[in-house]
C-alpha cells in the first residue's frame, strides 16, 4: 500500500509532509502554530511565516514526517547537500524514557543495505517496540517503557 505524500509550498520552499511517518511530537505546532495548525484544513499556512522560520521548524521533526526543498534547487536538493556535509559533528540525545533523537541530517544504513538520508532531527526507537523501526513511532508511551 502506498503511503501518502503531500507538500505544501510558499514558491520559494515546499515543505513535504507523510504522515504515516509521524510520531506526533507535536513540536511543529506547539513551537510555530502559525504555520502548522492541525485545526485547520489544510493544516499547514506556508504565507505564515517567513521561509527561514518553516525550515528551521521542519528541521525539528524527530520522525522525518516533515522535510523541505528549495524550489529553485529542486526536490533532490537536500540529499545532496546532506552528503556534502557528511564529515561534520553529529549530535546525539537520548530521551529520557524516549527515543534516541539525532539531531544533525544523517544517513541511516538499514540491515537491508539500503541508505537512507535523514534531515533535522531523527528520532530511532529505543524501547524495541516501534512498528516502524528503525524510527520511533511513539509506542514508548503506549507500553509504559523505562529505560534503564
Known sequence: MPKSTFKYTNNEVTVVWKPDTCIHSRICWTQLREVFDPAKKPW????????????????????????????????NSNEQDVQSASASIMN???????????TTDCEITHSDGRKEIKQGTTALCRCGQSSNKPYCDGTHRKVGF???
Not at 45 to 74: H, R, W
Not at 94 to 99: A, D, E, L, R, Y
Open 146 to 148: 523505562e529505560a534503564k
Open 92 to 102: 546525539i540525545e537520548i530521551k529520557p524514557n524516549g527515543p534516541i533523537l539525532i
Open 44 to 75: 499547514v499556512n506556508m504565507e505564515a511565516a517567513t521561509t527561514d522560520a518553516i525550515i528551521e521548524q521542519v528541521k525539528k521533526c524527530p520522525s522525518g514526517a516533515l522535510s523541505y526543498f528549495m524550489n529553485a534547487s529542486g526536490e
